[in-house]
């Protein structure tokens, strides 16, 4: 049974990929950046609270994934992308 566990995770790793462009993880991240991104335009919370709203505990890490997929930290993102009428 071990055998054939570990057999259809690859097949639907594969299968996902195929689909997506992404692989599971990647697919989650993306994602969880997406609603951080929202977040940061249009609220006014600690990046901190963002990191964990979107499910990561470490904001250093949080911050990292962030900036390897947008290229720009989460406080230069929300200086660019801020919707008007917050507070800075």
């Keep these: 049974m071990v055998g ?3 057999l259809s995770e690859r097949s639907f790793k594969r299968r996902f990929s195929a689909a997506t ?3 599971p993880v990647q697919y ?3 994602l969880r950046i997406e609603e951080a991104k929202q977040m940061l335009e249009t609220e ?3 990046i901190e609270d963002v990191s964990v709203s979107v499910g990561y505990e470490d904001p ?3 911050r990292k994934l962030f900036k390897r997929r947008t290229g720009v930290t989460p406080a230069q993102y929300r ?3 801020r919707i008007r009428g917050l507070s800075a």
């Design 4 to 6: 054939r566990s570990r």
């Design 21 to 23: 462009g992404y692989t």
């Design 28 to 30: 989650v991240q993306a």
């Design 44 to 46: 006014d919370v600690a």
């Design 60 to 62: 250093t890490f949080f």
């Design 79 to 81: 200086q660019r992308n």
